[in-house]
């Protein structure tokens, strides 16, 4: 059998998604509580059949919109593993793979470059300094970053080394009990940013609000991941049935909002940017038709 070809490219948070990555959350279990999500539903738990189920939704989901979805392999040691945008993240045309800080994560990078290996895609290994893609978003030449528990300024650093000088990094702190950057800001088209004003600073703040329209989400609705949503490109967006006023905010602004339910994988405190890893996305194509 000949071997699949994969391009790698990702300028946008917002262009036409062609290929993602995503993992089943076949032994997904909240163990050590490392996210305040956690800790809301440790006595409640996460039921795997209804997570399944629901993980299988958004996979059909993105490939009625002609998405190839690439399932990497599950193991029980990795009960986050649903969660791929963390240990990797694109930047142009370079997968770069991620150091995680949390124990219970460690590893399942592994799994990730196993599989760029067996498909002879070649990468960059951030070794040394701790960062997770959640915290990485990219939007052209500018690459917001958050500084976090899991990100820190050694690894911006390493990462503006290896990175083309046509790239320009900009940090982001933000609180960090909310995890990663994208559970606080996403970046859904050129000029359009969901975000929760109480977890930035004023100036980060400012400095975002002269480059996109800032859609703000309640506490209620950062709490169930409003900002968690997934750009598919063509303004289409996935987002959570239940954060009905995030739904309606993107839809007065003429983005076709396609609703997904998975509440029982944001137990674990992630969504669906959370579950997806992109590799290629159609420059250039997020507002035209296929």
């Known amino acids: 059998m000949e071997q699949q070809s994969y391009h790698i490219s990702c300028y946008s948070e917002y262009d036409v998604l062609k290929k993602v990555i995503v993992c089943q959350p076949q032994y997904m279990t909240i163990r050590s509580m490392i996210n305040e999500t956690q800790k809301h539903y440790q006595a409640e738990g996460i039921h795997i059949e209804k997570a399944l189920k629901q993980h299988d939704a958004f996979v059909q989901t993105l490939r009625n919109h002609n998405i190839e979805v690439i399932l990497l392999p599950y193991h029980k040691k990795y009960p986050e ?17 991620a150091q995680m800080a949390n ?28 960062i997770e893609g959640g915290d990485v978003i990219i939007d052209g030449d500018h690459i917001f970053i958050g500084l976090s528990n899991r990100t820190n300024q050694e690894a911006i650093e390493h990462l503006s080394k290896l990175l083309d000088k046509q790239f320009t990094i900009i940090p982001i702190d933000f609180h960090e009990k909310f995890l990663h950057l994208d559970c606080v800001f996403n970046i859904i088209s050129s000029e359009f940013a969901l975000y929760y004003p109480e977890a930035l600073d004023n100036s980060d703040i400012k400095e975002l609000q002269a480059r996109y329209e800032l859609i703000p989400v309640s506490k209620e609705e950062q709490f169930t991941l409003g900002t968690n949503v997934l750009s598919i490109g063509n303004k289409k967006v996935i987002s959570l049935p ?10 007065d602004r003429g983005f076709e909002v396609i609703e997904v339910d998975i509440t029982e994988i944001i137990k674990s405190g992630g969504s669906f940017r959370c579950c997806t890893l992109p590799i290629e996305r159609k420059a250039g194509a997020n507002f035209s038709s296929e």
């Open 242 to 251: 239940v954060n009905k006023k995030v739904n309606q905010q993107l839809r």
């Open 81 to 97: 593993q649903v969660f791929t945008r963390d240990i990797g993240f694109t930047l142009g045309e370079t997968v770069f793979v």
């Open 103 to 130: 124990k219970v994560r460690i590893g399942e990078e592994n799994v990730l470059k196993q599989w760029l290996e067996d498909e002879e895609i070649s990468y960059y290994n951030i070794i040394g300094h701790q």
